[in-house]
């Protein structure tokens, strides 16, 4: 069974605000999202309901894509409707990783919830910004590969 990523609150909305983003987190999330989709994985795209669509660099790259599950979340982490998505459409998947912006919450909120929900759920720390990582610990990260020399 394939991984799936998890794109969390990648919208204009969040990005215009606290300057906490540069351009390097949004181009590694997108290079996330490329491998992602050359590779056939399931992305869910989460958005906090109210917020708008996701930045131009992402919209243009989920855009046409086949298996994409959009999904809206409101004040909850995002999990229970992952989940539901996943019934809905017969996704079966059980191990996430997780990119976006504001790291120590939405992006970790959302791994606190599928890991809740029994699945293994990473969080890509290349593909966040530093928002409030001092609040998460290291379980929740995404082993990286070391690269042979």
């Known amino acids: 069974m394939k ?12 990005l215009e605000r606290g300057g906490t983003v540069n351009a390097e987190v949004i181009d590694v ?7 992602a989709k050359k590779r056939g994985e399931v992305v869910f795209s989460v958005t906090y309901d ?3 669509e996701n930045c131009e660099k992402v919209s ?3 855009r046409g894509y086949f298996n994409v599950v959009r999904v809206r979340k409101g004040q909850d982490d995002g999990a229970g409707r992952i989940k539901l998505a996943m019934i809905k459409r017969g996704v079966k998947v059980t191990k996430f ?7 120590g919450y ?11 929900l029994g699945y293994d759920a990473r969080i890509d720390k290349s593909a966040t910004n530093t928002h409030g990582s001092e609040h ?7 082993k990286q590969r070391s690269k042979q020399l």
Not at 3 to 14: C, E, G, N, R, T
Not at 97 to 103: K, P, T, W
């Open 3 to 14: 991984p799936a990523l998890v794109i969390v609150d990648m919208q204009k909305y969040f």
């Open 29 to 35: 999330v997108v290079r996330r999202l490329r491998e």
């Open 50 to 52: 109210g917020a708008g």
């Open 60 to 62: 243009d790259e989920l």
């Open 97 to 103: 990783s997780l990119v976006g912006v504001n790291l």
């Open 106 to 116: 939405c992006v970790l909120e959302t791994c606190k919830g599928l890991r809740k």
């Open 136 to 142: 998460v610990e290291a379980k929740y990260y995404k």
